[in-house]
């Protein structure tokens, strides 16, 4: 006879799948790059680290300055409720962020305050580890950053944090947005958001946001590999914890005490 | 071959009717959840993982049991298993497949799904689960339908099969091995970061996909001429047997270094678990459940009196299956975020969206292996309704010499 | 041939529906509409040759992207020298900030990659 069915539908799925992975990867082939330069503005770093001096903080009960600025500027939605929550700066109280250092006779002052938490930029980041298509990575300059174009919104990311960090886009952010920053994006359903030490803002010179209009300078934001920086003298004049350190995750996000 | 799926007799048709019908409902449902996002189920931001995942993780388990059946027929000769191995594998596929709708009904973007081919990522361990299922996927339908195929045309399976399924049986540990280190490598939860955690998932897989096709061969012998056979059977209970008690001799490790250790962060988890957490005590009624499920199904199978008694045999099987789906399909995946690493306490529960794409995709693996059941059964001639010498005329026919 | 009349006229009936909505188009003028995207700007040049921005504008941005998101360049010096900041909200758009009278011109047109750029990159609002 001829070709039989089974022979036929073989040959001509085998011919779809070549035809497709020709053209798939063909066009990944012959992608063009271009001279693309740094600007001389931009600040530059090799291992940025934020540091947080809680009792500076504590000075103005009920503030909330550096988290509304931070998610006003990114366009960080507000949805009402705890189950929806996206957020990428906020309050804790102390015992839930440094558990490791809380005790029954905690010092006074510190009992039930909130302190501040974010992204700690971690220098051995878990949740890098964890993401299959490499969404979330470590820059160079240390920062933990998300290409939203590329996350597949599987969260595992934000099983594999120790802090909490991360949120997860459960619905559409847009219409929760109060005061749209038109000159940044939102992000759309489905997909993952934390703070990101405002990498954009970096590029031009400027401060995180948070850092800019802290009005008691509680927040200060440096380059720890550079000995002449603020936060390295910090760091030596002065004690810093950081949250949860026995998990080897080397967080940069020091709190002074 | 594969016309077998698609003639059979009024009932045959009524069920796969009503599958068809779960699927579709269900599919209605996730067309709901595109259009609205993830909000629709009960996941939060504490609670990020839920009921889509844990089902995966549940049969991941399942899809690996087949290795019980296989490793004992092709590497040790166990004659026993003879005509019920075809089954296992078939049974594989399905449950593979439902791991990997899963997964996709799970995600945030699933359109962007092929961004981990595009995207190779070796330190993820999601990329390795997507491999490992993928090829154990390939592996088990290219065994099933090349055997099949064999046993229709009357004849050996070609030796160049048999690599293959040899690979099947340390590739079928790898699945489950390659999902538990999905959790046990996460220092952020410790509920999840114990050693134990892949060893108590091949011991609960070992079990609960063994009963369950213990019990589909009790089903099929009611309603087909099909019948796997005593023996087969009864070694299957056996297996069951073993792996219940190895499952819950690690369950009982692992509560006694959280016990004893004492350790807070450890602990909570587990009390939340048994006792509740700051009033939310979701879970405690199930999982108390499970763990009396799990001593009468111990106290049954172990006992070659209540094992030989096929009834009672079949009983056990159901307090093992419930007893693990509880533990791996409600139990493990949230408890690993209740309390959050910030010390709260968030509620979970499936919402009726969520419940329902899950049984769309439950009704997606019970459909694939009623097709591939009715195949493989249309083809040995054990369907009631069909002739049983059909084939053999078929056979006869073409092996007569022409004219 | 069993049934001559019956099959030609299903062919010829087949025929003129699947043809019939370019007759349509051919009678009624409109597939003489060509899209007319309209440049409010008074800049000379684009940031790259207007012809490669006609065919390639999305493989342009797509390189923005991933220079901008993954590589942390920002700066791209364009064809005639000038420098710009690689963003489509605020560099493209700076200059085409009619996205109805521009890019949907096209786009709506041919129907060709409903791009979901917008879902995250906001739309500059446009004065009517």
């Not at chain 1, 380059?223 to 920086?229: A, I, M, Q």
């Not at chain 2, 292996?369 to 009631?384: A, E, N």
């Not at chain 3, 991933?66 to 920002?74: A, E, F, L, T, Y």
């Amino acid at each position: 006879m001829g070709i039989d069915r089974r022979k036929f539908l073989t040959i001509a799925g085998l011919t779809a799948a070549a035809a497709i992975g020709k053209k798939t990867l063909g066009d990944s082939l012959t992608a063009d790059t271009r001279e693309l330069l740094p600007k001389d503005e931009s600040l530059v770093g090799k291992r940025w680290a934020m540091i947080f001096d809680i009792k500076k903080c504590l000075h103005k009960d009920g503030c909330t300055v550096c988290m509304d600025a931070c998610h006003q500027i990114h366009n960080v939605p507000d949805f009402g409720n705890k189950k929806d929550e996206v957020k990428w700066i906020w309050k804790e109280p102390f015992e839930h962020a440094l558990p490791d250092n809380e005790s029954p006779y905690l010092e006074e002052e510190f009992k039930d305050k909130p302190v501040i938490v974010m992204c700690n930029h971690c220098d051995n980041p878990p949740c890098v580890r964890v993401c299959p298509t490499q969404a979330t990575w470590k820059r160079e300059d240390g920062i933990v950053m998300m290409d939203m174009h590329r996350c597949i919104g599987c969260r595992y990311c934000v099983a594999g944090c120790p802090y909490g960090s991360r949120s997860f886009n459960w619905r559409d952010p847009r219409p929760f947005i109060k005061n749209e920053n038109p000159e940044y994006p939102t992000r759309e359903r489905g997909v993952v958001e934390k703070c990101d030490f405002c990498a954009e803002r970096l590029a031009f010179g400027l401060q995180p946001r948070c850092v800019e209009v802290c009005p008691e300078k509680a927040l200060k934001f440096g380059d720890l590999e550079d000995p002449e920086s603020e936060v390295r003298q910090i760091l030596h004049d002065n004690f810093a914890i950081r949250r949860k350190p026995g998990l080897g995750t080397n967080p940069q996000v020091y709190y002074l005490v | 071959m594969l016309e077998k799926a698609i003639t059979g007799s009024k009932k045959y048709w009524a069920w796969v009717g009503f599958l068809m019908l779960v699927i579709f409902v269900g599919f209605l449902f996730y067309l709901r959840q595109l259009s609205h996002g993830l909000t629709v189920t009960g996941l939060s931001r504490d609670v990020s993982w839920g009921f889509y995942i844990a089902q995966f993780t549940f049969l991941v388990g399942v899809a690996a049991s087949a290795v019980m059946v296989v490793l004992p027929y092709y590497l040790h000769n166990f004659k026993a298993f003879a005509k019920i191995v075809i089954l296992g594998e078939f049974f594989a596929v399905g449950s593979v497949i439902m791991c990997m709708l899963f997964v996709f009904v799970d995600m945030g973007q699933p359109f962007r799904a092929m961004n981990i081919i595009l995207h190779p990522t070796p330190n993820s361990l999601m990329f390795w689960d997507l491999f490992v299922l993928s090829g154990y996927l390939g592996l088990n339908v290219l065994i099933s339908l090349i055997v099949l195929a064999s046993e229709r045309k009357g004849i050996a399976p070609p030796k160049w099969i048999k690599p293959f399924i040899i690979v099947s049986i340390p590739w079928a540990v790898s699945i489950h091995t390659v999902t538990a280190f999905l959790y046990s490598g996460l220092a952020a939860r410790a509920f999840w970061m114990t050693a134990v955690l892949a060893p108590r998932f091949l011991a609960s897989a070992f079990s609960s996909g063994p009963a369950l096709l213990i019990l589909l061969a009790i089903i099929i012998r009611r309603i087909t001429r099909f019948d796997a056979g005593r023996e087969a059977i009864q070694k299957l209970g056996q297996i069951v047997a073993y792996a219940m008690c190895f499952n819950v001799f690690l369950i009982l490790m692992e509560l006694f270094t959280t016990l004893y250790s004492d350790i807070p962060e450890h602990l909570h988890h587990f009390e939340f678990l048994f006792f509740g957490l700051d009033g939310n005590t979701t879970l405690v009624p199930w999982m108390w459940t499970s763990v009396v499920l799990a001593i009468v199904s111990i106290v049954l199978l172990v006992n070659p009196k209540t094992r030989r008694n096929e009834n009672i045999l079949a009983f056990a099987c159901v307090t093992v299956f419930v007893s693990i789906w509880i533990d791996k399909g409600l139990g493990m995946v949230v408890t690993g975020f209740i309390p959050s690493p910030l010390g709260d306490v968030p509620h979970y529960w499936p919402t009726w969206t969520e419940f329902m794409i899950s049984m769309g995709v439950y009704g997606i693996g019970a459909l694939l292996i009623t097709l591939f059941y009715k195949m493989t059964l249309s083809v040995r001639g054990q369907i009631k309704s069909e002739s049983n010498t059909e084939e053999f005329e078929e056979v006869a026919a073409e092996a007569k010499p022409a004219g | 041939m069993y049934d001559a009349w019956k099959i030609i006229g299903g062919i010829i009936i087949f025929l003129v529906l699947i043809t019939g909505p370019t007759w349509y188009d051919m009678a009624s003028g409109k597939a003489d509409y060509k899209p007319n995207p309209k440049i409010v700007t008074t800049e000379k040049n684009c940031v790259m040759p207007t012809e490669y921005m006609k065919e390639s504008h999305m493989k342009l941005l797509d390189e923005w992207r991933n220079s901008v998101v993954r590589d942390g360049k920002r700066i791209f010096t364009s064809f005639d020298g000038k420098q710009y900041n690689m963003s489509l909200v605020n560099t493209c758009m700076k200059c085409h900030p009619n996205k109805s009278e521009f890019c949907d011109e096209c786009h709506n047109y041919s129907a060709v990659g409903q791009p979901d750029c917008w879902n995250c990159h906001i739309e500059p609002e446009e004065t009517k």
